[in-house]
């Protein structure tokens, strides 16, 4: 306790420098926390687009759909299916796949028919809250489509427009029918945007003569904060019969998104921090030098090297924390008002511009976390003691005597 | 009773590299000094006066010979050890006091009792006792440059006291004070002799102080000229 005592007497013995050293720290920390929570922001906002509109946290499919998707590999005990899945805390919906051509005036485009249980849908993904114009589908209106927007823009779609779906039946039969446009969704992802053409599970089966069955299920968890592999293996041990995938295995390159801004997190923490780390460093170093007479009657008086070399990073650690309360105090406030308020890109950003597959959201929010906030302060701990331990390390090693006589 | 010399110094040299240049500081010197002796290494300027302070407190160690405190050989011990010796056995005044400046008298006083985690009401009531008997009792409250030079000294001889040491070594105490200052910094020093027993060597060429010693070692080029034990 001695050592803190100490420590503390010396805290504010160089005022100006000591502040500037805090001041320093305490904007990086800040502007780091900012930083991270609007990364943080921009993940999590993919995230709803990428997994939250289209993916879900896991589909289950019937073996060999994934890789060579066909209107006969069906689910073909959905309801029991779901009811185990109900019963072990998931939360599920079925789909409906199927390809085909659809034409509107002189123009056509290939898409994928999409059947949507419409109750479900909503309980693991958020798409019929996605709708730039028009409505979402109705199970009363089994004429109305939704189709993805760069589709509309292909075939000059607009709300209330004819559309005409030709495809192959399972049976064998062309399938062929008139739709109208009920609503275009804003951008969600590469596929969706350029061939989502999505309608009821009803219509789709009638279209399609798909009676039974489905092809996947769209799984997201009922339990808060399992984590996503351990619920892969409880949900592949409960299937053992079908193909579970994550949102992570379903779209790879997504997943490597988010691990390389874990990392450019880091790697941005670490260059600001090291503009820091010297401005530290050369702090402490003035601040060791000058006493280095004062250090040398202390060691004569009986202080020991290694409380000597404690006492100096108590006394950058306290610092440190200073830094780091101001930085809350200011780095905070700052991410939370944009966590409401978003940073808008729109004007630099086309609406339909994707990273991996995924509708880009030009408009930023800051997301605080844990992680966007102690990782900062973490790293900021971390490069103040790497600053710090060359001075402690040489004031340890000082000699008391030619330490006294030290000029 | 132990008659073990509370210090010992035999044949010690200390020679220093200055550049290309070897200088001895001390050369073959021996001497013991034993508990309650009010002693006085005098000599002119690079005599090797405070070399032979340095040495005893284990501020330096000698190229040659054996420098033993109460016994235990200084060479033996490693830096902590060494540290812990100097902060429970030996007292040091300095030449220019050494203070921190940033801890007021009482604090100064203190700071070898809290490196000895005395707790915190004893350690209030050995410093303002020996603030006492230095006559500082009332300017404990003042930092450093509150206080005049013979202020200082007596707050350093305070510090130097406060955790009971073996040895109090002193560096020219009086050098930096006026006559009068000095003289109640020496009636001091002789008193805490006297009656508690302290053991005090100084290193000085001041006339006042070698004429209050009860023994003087004079030196000269580093070696001992003449060892003078006055009755």
Redesign the interface.
């Given at each position: 306790m001695?050592i803190v005592?100490?420590a503390l007497?010396?805290f504010n013995?160089s005022r100006t420098r000591t502040w500037i050293t805090i001041g320093a720290m305490a904007f990086a920390c800040a502007i780091m926390i900012f930083y991270a929570s609007l990364l943080e922001g921009w993940l999590a906002a993919m995230e709803k687009n990428g997994v939250g509109m289209d993916l879900g946290e896991f589909q289950v499919h019937a073996k060999g759909f994934r890789d060579d998707p066909d209107l006969y590999k069906r689910i073909g005990d959905e309801e029991n299916v779901l009811a185990r899945l109900g019963e072990n805390g998931f939360v599920a919906a079925p789909r409906l796949y199927a390809s085909g051509l659809v034409a509107a005036g002189n123009a056509s485009s290939g898409v994928e028919l999409r059947g949507v249980d419409l109750a479900r849908e909503q309980l693991v993904t958020s798409l019929d809250q996605h709708v730039w114009q028009g409505q979402w589908l109705d199970d009363q209106d089994q004429e109305g489509v939704v189709v993805g927007r760069k589709l509309a823009r292909i075939l000059a779609l607009t709300v209330g427009d004819e559309v005409v779906v030709v495809a192959q039946g399972a049976d064998g039969s062309t399938a062929n029918e008139l739709f109208r446009v009920r609503g275009i969704l804003q951008s969600v992802a590469q596929g969706v945007d350029r061939s989502g053409f999505f309608m009821t599970s009803a219509t789709f089966r009638r279209l399609m003569i798909v009676p039974h069955g489905v092809h996947a299920i769209v799984v997201k968890r009922g339990l808060a904060g399992e984590d996503l592999d351990t619920a892969t293996t409880r949900l592949a041990r409960l299937l053992p019969v079908y193909e579970v995938r994550n949102w992570r295995q379903l779209q790879p390159v997504l997943a490597r998104l988010f691990n390389m801004s874990d990392i450019s997190l880091v790697i941005m923490l670490l260059i600001t921090y090291a503009a820091v780390g010297i401005l530290t460093l050369n702090a402490l170093l003035m601040s060791v030098f000058e006493r280095i007479?004062?250090f040398g009657?202390?060691?004569?008086?009986?202080?020991?090297?290694?409380?000597l070399f404690a006492m100096i990073v108590v006394e950058s650690m306290l610092q440190v924390t200073v830094a780091v309360v101001l930085a809350l105090g200011a780095g905070l406030p700052f991410a939370l008002y944009f966590s409401r308020h978003p940073i808008d890109f729109s004007r630099f950003v086309q609406s339909s511009s994707t990273i991996a597959g995924i509708a880009f959201d030009a408009r930023w929010y800051c997301v605080v976390t844990v992680n966007s906030v102690v990782l900062p302060i973490l790293f900021l701990y971390l490069v103040a003691s790497l600053a710090i331990l060359y001075p402690a390390l040489k004031a340890a090693m000082l000699k008391?005597?030619s330490a006294?006589y030290h000029r | 009773m132990n008659n073990t010399p509370l210090v010992q110094l035999e044949n010690v040299s200390r020679i220093y590299q200055q550049g290309k240049v070897q200088v001895a500081a001390v050369t073959e010197f021996s001497i013991h000094l034993q508990a309650g002796e009010f002693s006085v290494l005098c000599g002119p300027s690079g005599s090797g006066k405070t070399t032979i302070l340095n040495l005893i407190g284990a501020l330096d160690e000698p190229s040659l010979g054996t420098v033993r405190l109460e016994g235990r050989d200084l060479a033996e011990l490693g830096r902590s050890a060494l540290a812990r010796l100097r902060r429970d056995r030996i007292g040091f005044v300095f030449q220019s006091y050494n203070l921190n400046s940033v801890l007021t008298a009482f604090e100064n006083a203190e700071f070898v009792l809290a490196l000895q985690n005395i707790p915190s009401a004893e350690r209030r009531k050995r410093v303002m006792d020996v603030l006492g008997e230095v006559g500082m009792a009332e300017l404990a409250e003042r930092r450093p440059d509150e206080l005049s030079g013979g202020q200082q000294q007596r707050i350093a001889i305070a510090r130097a006291i406060v955790s009971r040491p073996a040895i109090v070594l002193a560096d020219e105490p009086t050098a930096n004070v006026d006559s009068a200052t000095a003289d109640a910094i020496l009636d001091l020093m002789e008193r805490l002799n006297r009656e508690q027993g302290i053991t005090f060597l100084f290193s000085t060429h001041d006339q006042r102080v070698m004429d209050r010693a009860r023994r003087l070692i004079h030196l000269r080029d580093g070696r001992l000229e003449h060892d003078e034990v006055r009755g």
């Open positions: 001695q005592s100490f007497r010396n013995r007479p004062e009657v202390m060691k004569a008086l009986g202080f020991s090297p290694w409380g008391p005597l006294i | -």
